[in-house]
């Protein structure tokens, strides 16, 4: 079973990457992004997917400076994209 780690207002939690997949992606101005479709793991840091309805996929950082929360309860994802990380 793999993890990550993502930090939010309350800290850091560590949680079953699987329960990822599906999340759906939107920015911190309320665009919805797309759809979380897998996860990469890298050396450094895991990579989230993230499928785009007619444009191609984009990868995602798993970092605190992208990922600003997850919403279990609403399988919503909030990031807040790098420069031209999703253009």
């Known amino acids: 079973r793999r993890h990550t780690r993502f930090r939010n207002v309350t800290g850091v939690q560590t949680c ?32 989230y997917v993230l499928r785009r309805e007619g444009k191609p996929d984009a990868l995602i950082p798993a970092i605190p400076d992208v990922i600003r929360s997850v919403d279990l309860a609403t399988r919503t994802m909030t990031i807040e994209p790098l420069p031209g990380l999703i253009d």
């Open 16 to 47: 079953a990457l699987p329960i990822f997949l599906g999340l759906t992606v939107v920015s911190t101005t309320g665009n919805t992004l797309g759809t979380l479709a897998d996860v990469l793991t890298t050396g450094a840091n895991d990579v």
